[in-house]
Each structure stands twice: as C-alpha cells, then as structure tokens.
C-alpha cells in the first residue's frame, strides 16, 4: 500500500475552485488512463526514493473491478485518480494521484474527501494510509488535512510514513424522516380540482404506459413550486412524459392551469409526498428527476427532512435508469455541501456537473430570482446514475 497525491508543495493560490472538480467512481475503460497519471504523477519521486514509487506499478484495474477507485474530472477529462479498500473498523486510503497539469487545483483534496466520506458511510471509524518519508508535500498535505503520524518503517525497499485519521459519524448515516411539513393550502385561494385529468392518484398500481401513453421517456420533477421550469420544459419537448409532484395546492393550481392555458399533454400532476411517488414507481422508470431549490430545513434537528439523504438517494437508485441523471439546483451552500457529502458516500451515484450554470435551456425559477435579488449564488449539481 502506498499513498500519494503525487503533488508538489500545496498551492496557496489555487487556479480553480475545487467545486469544478468532479468524482465519479473509475469505469474499465478508464485503466489505461489512471495509469498514465500515475507515471505522470510519480515520476519526479523516483531520482529521490531511487526506485520507482509504488503506486507506478499498482494494478489500478484489480481496484476498478472491486468498485474502490474514484476518477476527479475537471474541464471535462479525468485529472487524477484514488484507490481505496473499505474495512471496519479501519479503511485504507491506497494512492491518491494527480495529473501535474492539474496539482494544485484542489483536485487531491477532493479525492481525499471523497473517499473519507466512502469510509465513513461504510462504517469505518479510522482512515489509515502511508507515503513515503521523500514526498515532502504529501507529508504537509495529510497533516493540514487532520491526518496524524503514527510510525515510520522501512518496508520493501521504501522509506514508509504512516498517518491515520478518525472518521466522524457520516452526516450520510443520520436518519431521515417522510413526511410533509408546512401549509397545503396557500393564501392565495386558488384550488384544484382532484377530478381533473392531469392529476393522478397512487391508490392503484403504477402504469405509466396508461398514464403517459405514447412518450420515449419519463422525467419527474419534485417540489415544483409555481411550475415554470415543468410547464417551459414540457412545452419544448413534447415527446418527453412530465411528472409534477407538488404538496402546497396554491403551486399544484398554478402549474395545472398553465399546462391547460398552453394545450400540454404530457404532463401530469399529484399533489402530496414525492418519496410516496417514488416508492410506487417500478424500478428504472425515470429517465431523469429534478430537484430544484427544495426546502433546506436549516436548524440541524430538522435535517433528517431534508429530501436529499441516504434513503432519499436509495429512492432514486431504483427508479432512475443507469446513466439517467438527478438534477440538484440550491442557492443555500450548506444544502449543496450536504448533497455533495451525501452522493460522494453513496455507491450508486456519481458527481459529475457541480457548476455556477444552469443546464442548457434554463428558464430560471422564481426561487433562483429570489436569491439572486438577496445576493445568493447558485449551485447547479448533476448526480448520474452508475
């Protein structure tokens, strides 16, 4: 084992913010690059070890086939790379590398973080690694990162350091509850009729051949507030099934009036508990679901109600098709930070868009002006399906 982000000295000034950066977990087709960065990387070790530094010769495809390899993208290629070994009470952080092109980007960091928070919801309570005592950088790196030094050894020819460092409880493992909270029925007075044929009930079994006849897809939106995204979305793609899931009936009466006021027929609507909907949809059903500014719940003691959680996430494992995708937008950074945390530890989603732009064709919603107005800047997440 051998642990390395294969850096230089840490940067101070980083040239960009590591929110750019991406992790996804490494594919087969992947091997080959992994390799070539980790030449790259460990290269300029070798004259002072005066051999070549282990992770050089590591069999980065044995650690993709047990899924315990992670790829950082950034500008749309992969920089650098991490392999690990899950275990309690102690996982092991084997190599961290990274392109040189890319050192001092932040790109290690987040590998780091990545697999801390795969160690923790796996129920590690210890991370343990080793580097060796010439790589200078990495030595600083681990200590700034919390990581304390626990022996030196010399071992298969190499001069050994090694750190641990305890894992906090996983914010992934706190628990969650279901549930609506707040007014259904806003001041406003608008009102629906549950008659109506773009509303539907989950009282029966799910068809949705029956219920969107017709569609190549099936997308779903949570929490839609007043429908423009929803209503802008299913005017431009016709072909695509849309369904609206919105608890406050003010919201629900607008979007159903809008859809009528525009001749949509490929949107349907139900009002109440999206993790319900969920439930009730049959496996890989969705194409892609959206979750647009949802309610951050704010005081800690209410964060089990936050829909992005570990059994949030299991939910939309099992209705989104592999390599569909869940769309996060928030303006609150706490929220964006949990959700990263959050689908970093969870084994059936990747990162792979964290960005201050919107999607293509992003008409805005009347929260994103909100916050705009109050000074908040947005973060655009893409979650894909493994």
């Given at each position: 084992?051998?642990?390395?982000?294969?850096?230089?000295?840490?940067?101070?000034?980083?040239?960009?913010?590591?929110?750019?950066?991406?992790?996804?977990?490494?594919?087969?087709?992947?091997?080959?690059?992994?390799?070539?960065?980790?030449?790259?990387?460990?290269?300029?070790?070798?004259?002072?070890i005066?051999?070549?530094?282990?992770?050089?010769?590591?069999?980065?495809?044995?650690?993709i086939?047990?899924?315990?390899?992670?790829?950082?993208?950034?500008?749309?290629?992969?920089?650098?790379?991490?392999?690990?070994?899950?275990a309690?009470p102690?996982?092991?952080?084997?190599t961290?590398?990274?392109?040189?092109?890319?050192?001092?980007?932040?790109?290690?960091?987040?590998?780091?973080?990545?697999?801390?928070?795969?160690?923790?919801?796996?129920?590690?309570?210890?991370?343990?690694?080793?580097?060796?005592?010439?790589?200078a950088?990495?030595?600083?790196?681990?200590?700034?990162?919390?990581?304390?030094?626990?022996?030196?050894?010399?071992?298969?020819?190499?001069?050994?350091?090694?750190?641990?460092?305890?894992l906090?409880?996983?914010?992934?493992?706190?628990?969650?509850?279901?549930?609506?909270?707040?007014?259904?029925?806003?001041?406003?007075?608008?009102?629906?009729?549950?008659?109506?044929p773009l509303?539907f009930?989950?009282?029966?079994?799910?068809?949705?051949?029956?219920?969107?006849?017709g569609?190549?897809?099936?997308?779903?939106?949570?929490?839609?507030?007043?429908?423009?995204?929803?209503?802008?979305?299913a005017?431009?793609?016709?072909?695509?099934?849309?369904?609206?899931?919105?608890?406050?009936?003010?919201?629900?009466?607008?979007?159903?009036?809008a859809?009528?006021?525009?001749?949509?027929?490929?949107?349907?609507?139900?009002?109440?508990?999206?993790?319900?909907?969920?439930?009730?949809?049959p496996?890989?059903?969705?194409?892609?679901?959206?979750?647009?500014?949802?309610?951050?719940?704010?005081?800690?003691?209410?964060?089990?109600?936050?829909?992005?959680?570990?059994?949030?996430?299991?939910?939309?494992?099992?209705?989104?098709?592999?390599?569909?995708?869940?769309?996060?937008?928030?303006?609150?950074?706490?929220?964006?930070?949990?959700?990263?945390?959050?689908?970093?530890?969870?084994?059936?989603?990747?990162?792979?868009q964290?960005s201050?732009?919107?999607?293509?064709?992003?008409?805005?919603?009347r929260?994103?002006?909100?916050?705009?107005?109050?000074?908040?800047?947005?973060?655009?997440?893409?979650?894909?399906?493994?």
């Amino acid at each position: 084992m051998a642990a390395s982000p294969g850096r230089r000295p840490i940067s101070r000034t980083p040239s960009r913010p590591k929110s750019d950066v991406s992790i996804r977990r490494a594919r087969p087709a992947d091997a080959d690059r992994l390799a070539v960065i980790a030449e790259e990387a460990f290269a300029p070790y070798i004259a002072a070890i005066g051999r070549r530094p282990a992770p050089m010769d590591e069999a980065h495809a044995d650690a993709i086939a047990r899924g315990e390899a992670l790829v950082a993208v950034a500008d749309g290629a992969v920089r650098g790379f991490a392999t690990y070994a899950l275990a309690r009470p102690t996982a092991s952080l084997i190599t961290v590398a990274v392109t040189p092109a890319a050192q001092g980007q932040g790109v290690g960091s987040a590998l780091i973080e990545a697999v801390e928070e795969r160690a923790r919801a796996a129920g590690a309570g210890t991370l343990a690694l080793y580097t060796n005592a010439a790589m200078a950088g990495n030595l600083a790196l681990y200590r700034a990162r919390g990581y304390t030094e626990v022996a030196r050894r010399h071992e298969e020819g190499f001069d050994r350091v090694f750190f641990e460092k305890p894992l906090a409880p996983a914010m992934a493992k706190r628990g969650s509850v279901d549930g609506i909270y707040g007014r259904r029925v806003g001041a406003s007075g608008l009102r629906v009729d549950p008659a109506d044929p773009l509303l539907f009930d989950i009282d029966r079994p799910c068809d949705l051949a029956a219920l969107l006849p017709g569609k190549r897809a099936v997308r779903l939106e949570v929490g839609f507030g007043g429908g423009e995204h929803l209503i802008e979305h299913a005017g431009r793609e016709p072909e695509v099934g849309l369904i609206g899931i919105e608890p406050f009936e003010t919201g629900l009466a607008r979007a159903v009036r809008a859809a009528r006021e525009a001749g949509l027929a490929n949107v349907r609507f139900h009002q109440g508990d999206a993790r319900q909907v969920l439930d009730w949809l049959p496996p890989a059903a969705l194409e892609r679901v959206d979750v647009l500014y949802p309610d951050p719940w704010h005081k800690q003691r209410h964060w089990k109600r936050r829909f992005i959680s570990t059994p949030g996430l299991d939910r939309l494992a099992r209705v989104v098709v592999p390599g569909g995708t869940v769309r996060f937008a928030s303006d609150i950074a706490g929220y964006v930070k949990w959700t990263r945390d959050h689908v970093a530890a969870h084994p059936q989603f990747s990162l792979t868009q964290d960005s201050e732009t919107p999607w293509p064709h992003w008409p805005g919603t009347r929260y994103e002006d909100k916050a705009r107005r109050e000074g908040r800047p947005s973060r655009y997440l893409t979650l894909t399906r493994e």
